[in-house]
């Protein structure tokens, strides 16, 4: 299903998302998806879904969390997953097709779309909803979603020093490059919803009471060791996904080179007998209607 504004807020990342990075992520989706795992369990673990319950998953990408949260719903629940992503959401309803889960997918930005009042019971997202412009107008739109004795509870990151599994490939490869304009603070992202008070003034102000930010922290495995080069394997991902990326891809290519020889060497210091391994931090968040 669809229901794309073009005219919409976040129209930067719903082209992003709909063009080459989308793309990346479908092609990375089953690495991605063993990598942000913990995580996305994390989320489900706070959720506590109930046989039966209606849940709203938001940023749902290829449908990972989405097809957990439908499995302990059960089929006298309702599940729908929801991004702005044309091919990853096309990849979520091939995979829902092939377990046989009990979910529904839709190309829509929960920031605008025109939830049923009370149509929810509980609001989930790992990592989805960093995203937004205007993430206070965003969670009002999808508070009126849900019922009065509804629920949230999603996954965001903290700040980048806290994420190694990211800065460390970075600064491998920043000294290499020309100078970088400094990020803007609270920008739509990965890491606009590191600052706890904000994301409690921003869920607040949306209508959300009885708000938990908890710190979950875990290892992120980047390179996998099932037969290949698990450092090669990290330094791929490192190069095709993620702000270094994005980075590097304007870049000469003998520069491109020098940084690529540097952030595998950044990453053969990190390789375990799991993989490369480096730590992540994130906020499980939680909240009632």
Not at 40 to 67: F, H, N, P
Not at 186 to 210: E, M
Request: glycine letters at 8%.
């Amino acid at each position: 299903m669809t229901d794309r504004n073009a005219a919409a807020p976040n129209a930067q990342q719903i082209e992003d998302w709909n063009g080459k990075t989308g793309a990346k992520w479908v092609r990375y989706q089953d690495r991605l998806d063993r990598m942000l795992a913990p995580f996305g369990e994390a989320a489900l673990r706070a959720a506590a879904i109930k046989s039966g319950e209606r849940i709203l998953d938001v940023g749902c990408g290829c449908g990972a969390t989405t097809l957990e949260a439908a499995a302990s719903a059960g089929k006298a629940g309702r599940t729908l997953g929801v991004d702005i992503s044309g091919p990853m959401i096309a990849r979520a309803q091939e995979r829902a097709a092939s377990l046989g889960r009990p979910a529904s997918f839709l190309v829509t930005d929960a920031a605008t779309h025109d939830f049923a009042p009370g149509s929810f019971d509980l609001l989930l997202s790992r990592f989805g909803v960093m995203f937004f412009d205007n993430p206070a107008a965003a969670f009002a739109n999808m508070h009126k979603g849900l019922a009065r004795t509804g629920r949230l509870a999603f996954a965001c990151w903290r700040t980048m020093q806290e994420n190694p599994w990211l800065t460390a490939p970075m600064r491998a490869a920043l000294p290499l490059l020309p100078p970088q304009e400094p990020a803007v603070p609270n920008a739509p992202g990965p890491f606009a919803f590191a600052d706890k008070d904000r994301v409690t003034s921003i869920l607040a102000s949306a209508g959300f009471r009885d708000i938990a930010l908890t710190p979950f922290d875990t290892d992120v495995v980047l390179g996998l060791p099932d037969g290949g080069d698990p450092v090669e394997d990290a330094l791929g991902q490192s190069l095709e996904i993620g702000p270094l990326a994005r980075l590097l891809a304007s870049q000469p290519d003998d520069l491109r080179e020098r940084a690529k020889a540097a952030v595998r060497a950044e990453l053969a210091k990190h390789l375990t007998p799991a993989g490369v391994t480096l730590a992540g931090a994130t906020w499980i968040v939680t909240a009632r209607a």
